[in-house]
């Protein structure tokens, strides 16, 4: 067998194909070896390589960049040998789940790549947030990735009625996703997602306490990742995955593990958020102005779809939360986008203004 066919044979079930193969030609001409980044801890990384797993140093690709330091799923180029072993290059990413790394700065955080489906594990144990839900499924759409959202703990909602209706409240909020009903501890609906994640790279998403390494664990057949009870109080779990470790499955397909997201803040999400909202973004072009804000306008298409009962107030007002919250992130780093909000910031104020002076008008 020949090296390149070796490296088929041991990579194929973590993802390495032709294209990648491809992509890999410059750097196998200088020597190096191809592996798939497992896990990252501080400045380090697991990669599994034709030889198996090996340590590695990621000194050589440490840029300023938040968004171009080497993470889960990364396809990289290792040295051959020595102690320590050095990554040298990571190859173009396919697809790249990201999210701003906090209020206060513009910069992303790069949370998986290479990723073809990115389940959102939402536990039934608490009440739906169907906004946050749909906040997952803007970065998710965003990626370039394909959303699932996943129902976790079925089991404690035994009423098939109440589930029906849990599911449809999902559905309406996830157009285009599929919504899945899963109980890990009985494996009632674990098929359809093994089918689901059984070719390409899976990568679990959601808050502490939905159920994603007992869900991981359920579709690797083996207990690899801790689980801990959520607590009852809030349905709120502890941090059990502490980092992102990427699992091949025996059913095929690999799986990326995550720790539970606190925050999940949109980072130019533009084109996410219009694909979670996509009624909204199809009622818009029926609106009188194209500039329309869907607020007081006449002729709003969005508005009268509210005040008839086609659209729901809650999905009109996460749709314009989530677009300022995106403009906010893109604002600091474009001028021509903070000059926009600025105009549209003093146009609405000079409106209240009036507003405020005819009221007064009427009242004297």
Not at 43 to 60: I, K, Y
Not at 68 to 81: E, M, R, S, Y
Not at 99 to 107: I, L
Not at 165 to 174: G, I, P, W, Y
Request: hydrophobic content about 40%.
């Amino acid at each position: 067998m020949t090296s390149t066919s070796a490296e088929f044979s041991a990579l194929a079930p973590y993802g390495w194909d032709e294209s990648w193969a491809e992509a890999f030609a410059p750097f196998e001409a200088d020597g190096l070896l191809p592996g798939r980044v497992v896990r990252v801890d501080r400045g380090q990384c697991d990669v599994v390589t034709a030889d198996g797993t090996v340590r590695a140093d990621t000194e050589f690709v440490v840029p300023r960049d938040p968004m171009k330091v080497v993470c889960t799923g990364d396809w990289v180029a290792l040295d051959p040998g020595g102690d320590p072993r050095y990554v040298r290059a990571y190859l173009p990413r396919r697809t790249a789940f990201v999210r701003s790394t906090s209020s206060k700065r513009s910069e992303g955080q790069i949370l998986a790549a290479n990723v073809d489906h990115a389940v959102v594990a939402v536990s039934l144990a608490v009440e739906l947030d169907l906004g946050r839900v749909e906040r997952f499924l803007a970065l998710a759409w965003e990626s370039g990735a394909q959303p699932v959202v996943v129902l976790t703990k079925a089991d404690l909602v035994p009423d098939p009625v109440t589930l029906a209706h849990l599911v449809q409240d999902v559905e309406s909020s996830a157009p285009g996703v599929p919504v899945l009903t899963v109980s890990a501890l009985h494996g009632d609906g674990l098929d359809v997602l093994v089918a689901l994640v059984g070719s390409g790279t899976s990568v679990l998403l959601g808050q502490s306490g939905a159920g994603k390494s007992t869900l991981a664990n359920a579709l690797v057949g083996a207990d690899v990742m801790d689980v801990q009870a959520a607590r009852d109080v809030d349905g709120k779990g502890r941090h059990t995955t502490t980092t992102r470790n990427l699992l091949a499955l025996p059913s095929g397909g690999v799986l990326i593990d995550t720790p539970g997201l606190r925050g999940v803040g949109l980072f130019d999400a533009e084109t996410g958020v219009g694909q979670v909202f996509t009624e909204i973004e199809e009622l818009a072009e029926r609106c009188r102005f194209q500039d329309c804000a869907h607020e007081s306008e006449p002729g709003c298409a969005v508005r009268s779809a509210v005040e008839n009962g086609e659209l729901p107030q809650r999905r009109l007002e996460s749709y314009r939360k989530l677009l300022r919250e995106n403009q906010w992130i893109v604002a600091k780093t474009d001028a021509r986008v903070r000059a926009e909000l600025r105009r549209e910031y003093r146009r609405r104020g000079a409106e209240g203004k009036a507003a405020m002076e005819a009221k007064r008008g009427r009242w004297a």
